[in-house]
Every structure is written in structure tokens, then in C-alpha cells.
Nanobody, 121 residues
Framework: QVQLVESGGGLVQAGGSLRLACAASGSIFRINAMGWYRQAPGKQRELVAAITSGGSTNYADSVKGRFTISRDNARNTVYLQMNSLKPEDTAVYYC???????????????WGQGTQVTVSS
């Protein structure tokens, strides 16, 4: 079994900062890409940021310059530093990881349970 456990969500005023963390545990051979998605009420889930095992990153245009994704491969953990938060960043944030459980197994998408981020104006 593989689990992704998120932490760090909460309520913050506009202009403030939050740091999300997501730790993967269980039967893991290798973690490929890791990322953060978000889903606001009435909207589809969207990619916020992603990072490969080699450290290459990709961001949604709406968060470029404000959010930073990073990972600690030794701890199987991905982080999302969110600065200059805006009310439109309010959403449930989900961690995602593409994981191989063995050398011969194919990569599988795993998801965290989600953490609420609320930005007040």
C-alpha cells in the first residue's frame, strides 16, 4: 500500500503565506513526478505545480512567481510554498505522486486526501 499524507492547509489573509507538505509512505520503489492540484467549489481540478524526480518544475500561469514547488527525495516529500496568496487561491489542494512499487511494475497515480486552503480578502 502507498499513502500520501498532506499537511499545512488553513486560513490566511490575502497577501499571506502558507506551506503545504505531502509525504509518501508505504511500498515504494521509485517516485517519478510529484505535484499539487487544486479544486475550487464548482470548478474542475487543475494542476498548480509539478516537479520531476530530477527537479524540473512546471507551474500554472496563475501561480507563477508566487508559488514554489520543491521535493526532498530522501524523505519522499513534496512541498508547496505559497506566497502573496489571493482569495482566488481558495480551494482544496491535493497532492499527487506517480509511483513505481517495484522495478517491473508500471507507474501508478496516487492522491492525497486533500487539504483546505482558504484565503480571506
Amino acid at each position: 500500500q502507498v499513502q500520501l499524507v498532506e499537511s499545512g492547509g488553513g486560513l490566511v489573509q490575502a497577501g499571506g503565506s502558507l506551506r503545504l507538505a505531502c509525504a509518501a509512505s508505504g511500498s515504494i520503489f521509485r517516485i517519478n513526478a510529484m505535484g499539487w492540484y487544486r479544486q475550487a467549489p464548482g470548478k474542475q481540478r487543475e494542476l498548480v505545480a509539478a516537479i520531476t524526480s530530477g527537479g524540473s518544475t512546471n507551474y500554472a500561469d496563475s501561480v507563477k512567481g508566487r508559488f514554489t514547488i520543491s521535493r526532498d527525495n530522501a524523505r519522499n516529500t513534496v512541498y508547496l510554498q505559497m506566497n502573496s496568496l489571493k482569495p482566488e487561491d481558495t480551494a482544496v489542494y491535493y497532492c499527487n505522486a506517480v509511483i513505481k512499487r517495484s522495478l517491473v511494475a508500471g507507474p501508478i497515480d496516487y492522491w492525497g486526501q486533500g487539504t483546505q486552503v482558504t484565503v480571506s480578502s
